[in-house]
């Protein structure tokens, strides 16, 4: 009998090398429809994993879940079949007037407020993303004349708590958005000397003061632009 691993419930050749982190379970099903040949080949909890074809390129998305400690726990498990490039496609608040709501952030590294990630590395270990990857990530969105921003992002894990005065701060250091994951990924990823990225979707703007939206439900093309 296959062995899977105990959250994502997966075995040894159910998981692509690469793959889509998304966090919403639902957004798996959406990035779905452009793979061929796609099979659901696991779902536990939040965890949804789809394996499939891109081309020529076979890929799984899986969902995380919200946080940093899912995140984690599904790259742990990732990492023990394999994969070895992880890109999170997900949604973030713009911290900046000029970012508008659909708009698209390539993340090149993370200010680290969450606890998770001090249990891999301390405090001034940095959490940054694969050159590689934010490379292709910039070169497809700018082929695909899609409005996006790239640079540094923060991750938090009190969506509740998230102030003005928060932003304020960070938007004074020329940080983009607040997220819940990325710090895990570029933390662990650097750490295993795997690949990773983060490319999201902005659902709202804590400079403006306004609210997030439900952008992967209402509107899927935001998704479907790639």
């Not at 742990?76 to 900046?96: D, M, P, Q, S």
């Not at 000029?98 to 606890?115: E, Y």
């Not at 994951?181 to 306004?210: C, H, P, W, Y």
């Amino acid at each position: 009998m296959k062995k899977l691993q105990p959250h994502l419930m997966v075995g040894e050749g159910d998981v692509a090398e690469c793959v889509l982190i998304p966090g919403d379970p639902k957004r798996v099903e959406l990035m779905a429809e452009h793979l061929t040949q796609a099979k659901k080949v696991g779902e536990n909890r939040q965890f949804v994993t789809v394996t499939g074809w891109y081309k020529d390129m076979r890929v799984s998305i899986v969902s995380s879940g919200i946080g940093v400690p899912a995140m984690l726990i599904t790259l742990e498990e990732l990492y023990k079949l394999g994969c070895k490039k992880l890109i999170r496609v997900g949604t973030t608040g713009a911290l900046k007037k000029n970012i508008q709501l659909g708009d698209l952030v390539i993340a090149t590294a993370t200010v680290r407020t969450d606890g998770g990630t001090l249990a891999y590395a301390p405090a001034g270990y940095p959490a940054v993303a694969d050159w590689r990857v934010v490379k292709a990530l910039v070169e497809v969105c700018t082929a695909k004349r899609v409005k996006f921003h790239e640079g540094i992002v923060w991750t938090n894990d009190a969506y509740y708590a998230e102030s003005t005065q928060d932003a304020k701060k960070w938007e004074e250091m020329n940080v983009l958005s607040v997220e819940m994951e990325s710090s895990a990924l570029f933390v662990f990823s650097s750490i295993k000397r795997t690949m990773a990225g983060s490319i999201l979707v902005v659902d709202g703007n804590l400079a403006l003061e306004r609210k997030r939206v439900k952008f992967w439900r209402d509107k899927p093309r935001m998704i479907r632009s790639f």
